[in-house]
């Protein structure tokens, strides 16, 4: 496998991701059960994709400095994923037993996404790139989000002594936001690692 290879097969992981996000998002606003069920679909079939790459490079007796690279990013890639996996249950459970979250908690989750979905696109440049300078970017964008997160995490307890907020909606919530954080600490490793 030689460096252009390596680069597509995780470009096109956290293009994957982005779309998932974008797409959760809508179905979380939107209550469609139908394209939840599509999403989850596609999520699970996305996950598929890279793993005959990573089964041909495990195969090799010899492998090359691309190879271990690769296999090196790996466990973060999955890290990716399995975070992306419980905010996808998560948005399903949502969007399936209707719970109904406050215009805030919504507009909270919509903002970190919008962020997250930036993340996995700047990440992305990086690995296509390798630039350094744009490297500290992203892990300062990471950084934000996290603490993004932490803030809405202060913000969301108030709502839920002052009863706005009931704990089913409170649990997914929390759920949610623990989630995108998972994710935006996962890039900003893959981002250090290439």
Not at 74 to 82: A, E, F, K, N, Y
Request: charged share 30%.
């Amino acid at each position: 496998m030689d460096e252009k290879e390596h680069v597509r097969v995780i470009s096109e992981s956290l293009d994957s991701f982005a779309r998932t996000i974008d797409n959760l998002k809508k179905c979380l606003f939107s209550r469609d059960k139908k394209r939840m069920k599509e999403v989850v679909k596609e999520f699970y079939a996305s996950l598929k994709l890279s793993l005959p790459v990573f089964d041909e490079i495990m195969e090799r007796a010899q492998k090359s400095e691309v190879d271990k690279r690769l296999l090196g990013l790996l466990p973060m890639l999955q890290q990716v994923g399995i975070a992306t996996e419980d905010l996808v249950g998560a948005i399903q459970t949502a969007v399936d037993a209707e719970v109904s979250l406050t215009d805030k908690a919504l507009a909270e989750i919509s903002e970190i996404m919008s962020l997250l979905k930036d993340l996995a696109r700047d990440t992305n440049d990086v690995l296509t790139t390798g630039n350094q300078h744009f490297c500290k970017y992203v892990l300062t964008s990471a950084e934000r989000i996290q603490q993004r997160v932490n803030e809405c995490g202060v913000e969301h307890q108030q709502r839920l002594i002052i009863g706005v907020c009931t704990p089913r909606a409170s649990f997914l919530y929390l759920d949610v936001i623990h989630s995108l954080k998972r994710i935006a600490q996962e890039l900003a490793r893959l981002c250090e690692a290439t």
